[in-house]
């Protein structure tokens, strides 16, 4: 079992940064694909970023390309998302996610473990 814990959400004017943190227990973490979601009010739950457990690939949505940038910390058992130049169009629930294996996985129905989810609002 892998628990997901993210932080670091929060109200940011349109411009500013966020830095987001998803603290994973257990001791294979490094084994673990991980991946950002996020879910706006009535729509899906997409992909936002991805990164394989040795952080030699990483996936990004063409919204994000260019402003936010994922990266692990394996000693530490966290994954975090620094987002750059944000928009009101990136208000949603970000959600934190994790699977055993050594790809980057983009799909929501890959990852077996989710995190509780932090709202990021971004005001115009």
């Known amino acids: 079992q892998v628990q997901l814990v993210e932080s670091g959400g929060g109200l940011v004017q349109a411009g500013g940064s966020l830095r987001l943190s998803c603290a994973a227990s257990g001791r294979t973490f490094s084994s673990y694909g991980m991946g950002w979601f996020r879910q706006a009010p009535g729509k899906e739950r997409d992909p936002v970023a991805a990164?394989?457990?040795?952080?030699?690939?990483?996936f990004y949505a063409d919204s994000v390309k260019g402003r936010f940038t994922i990266s692990r910390d394996n000693a530490k058992n966290t994954v975090y998302l620094q987002m750059n130049s944000l928009k009101p169009e990136d208000t949603a629930v970000y959600y934190c996610?994790?699977?055993?294996?050594?790809?980057?996985?983009?799909?929501?129905?890959?990852?077996?473990?989710w995190g509780q989810g932090t709202q990021v609002t971004v005001s115009s």
């Open positions: 996610a994790a699977r055993e294996g050594s790809f980057v996985y983009t799909i929501r129905g890959q990852y077996d473990y």
């Open positions: 990164i394989s457990w040795s952080a030699d690939s990483t």
